[in-house]
Each structure stands twice: as structure tokens, then as C-alpha cells.
């Protein structure tokens, strides 16, 4: 079974800049997307940008030009690169993966997805 596991969550100021990696273990599915979720504390889990087999990405509005989705297939890691940072991108971020032939926008809902990390804490403080 696929596992995921994110790292690289920590507290820094607005402004600054951040890159979370989810590692994939057991992973050998030909067509799927992987997705980055975040949840603000008493706020709804929500996509915040995802990536496909084809390198195909798309992104939340909220985070267009300042988070970058990435995969590196040949360590089977995905990044997410977070720049100018602020204080409502604070919360828990996962990384989730979809097994199948998903339109790529709907790679950011979380009932498409199959299978979730544990999450990593991001603080951006103002």
C-alpha cells in the first residue's frame, strides 16, 4: 500500500518562504495525481495545488505565484515551494495522492483523493 510523508512544516515570518516534501513509498501507479491540502485550525481541509502523471499543475487562487508544485519521480518526492508567505497560509499541510484518471481539477477536492499523509505544521507569523 502507498504511504506518504511529509516534512519540512515550520514556524516563519510573513514574507518568508518554506519548502515541504512528501516522500512516497510503495508507489508504482501509472496514471494518478498527487495533491497538496492545508486546514487552518476550525477551517475546512482544502486543495491548495496538485500534479499529475503528465506534469500537468494546477493551482488554488489563493496561492498562484507564490507556491509551486514539483515532483522529482526518480526519488518519489513531491515539493512544495512556498514563498512570500502569511499569516492565513498558517495550518496543517498534507499530501495526498489519487489513483485513477481524475480530471486534474478535481485533484484539488478531498474526495477524489485515496490515500493522505500525516500532515506537517506551517506557522507564518505577521
Known amino acids: 500500500q502507498v504511504q506518504l510523508v511529509e516534512s519540512g512544516g515550520a514556524s516563519v515570518q510573513a514574507g518568508g518562504s518554506l519548502r515541504l516534501s512528501c516522500a512516497a513509498s510503495?508507489?508504482?501507479?501509472?496514471?494518478?495525481?498527487m495533491s497538496w491540502f492545508r486546514q487552518a485550525p476550525g477551517k475546512e481541509r482544502e486543495g491548495v495545488a496538485s500534479i499529475n502523471n503528465a506534469g500537468r499543475t494546477i493551482y488554488a487562487d489563493s496561492v498562484k505565484g507564490r507556491f509551486t508544485i514539483s515532483l522529482d519521480n526518480s526519488k518519489k518526492t513531491m515539493y512544495l515551494q512556498m514563498n512570500s508567505l502569511q499569516p492565513e497560509d498558517t495550518g496543517h499541510y498534507y499530501c495526498?495522492?489519487?489513483?485513477?484518471?481524475?480530471?486534474?481539477?478535481?485533484?484539488?477536492?478531498?474526495?477524489?483523493?485515496?490515500?493522505w499523509g500525516q500532515g506537517t505544521l506551517v506557522t507564518v507569523s505577521s
Open positions: 510503495r508507489f508504482s501507479w501509472d496514471r494518478y495525481c
Open positions: 495526498a495522492a489519487d489513483r485513477g484518471n481524475s480530471p486534474l481539477g478535481d485533484c484539488l477536492l478531498r474526495s477524489v483523493m485515496d490515500v
